[in-house]
């Protein structure tokens, strides 16, 4: 199982980045994706979920209007279009994908993109 994500950069304030994440050695169709964060000296954070078809998303109040979760079941492939970025959004961003079959609750994790904003 591999999570990958690519994207992650240093970008000024009020630009924008794209984050991918791209899934191998599981039945990505059938998971749940999602994007969390990490803070120097901070929790790691849910930044914004998609079910598996894609037909429900859901994101935290910090980044409603400026980000947008998405994903390609064809590619494998789930995207986090950052908008408007903030210097607070600076974080690790990682790829997590989950679900639960059976009461058994799989979930994976990627190694995670540095997202850098700053003048």
């Known amino acids: 199982v591999q999570l990958v994500e690519s994207g992650g950069g240093l970008v000024q304030p009020g630009g924008s980045l794209r984050l991918s994440c791209a899934a191998s050695g599981f039945t990505f169709s059938s998971y749940s994706m999602s994007w969390y964060r990490q803070a120097p000296g901070k929790e790691r954070e849910l930044v914004a979920v998609?079910?598996?078809?894609?037909?429900?998303?859901q994101y935290a109040d910090s980044v409603k209007g400026r980000f947008t979760i998405s994903r390609d079941n064809a590619k494998n492939t789930v995207y986090l279009q950052m908008n408007s970025l903030k210097p607070e959004d600076t974080a690790v961003y990682y790829c997590?994908?989950?679900?639960?079959?059976?009461?058994?609750?799989?979930?994976?994790w990627g190694q995670g993109t540095q997202v850098t904003v700053s003048s």
């Open positions: 997590n994908g989950y679900r639960t079959r059976l009461g058994t609750r799989y979930t994976y």
């Open positions: 998609i079910t598996s078809a894609g037909g429900s998303k």
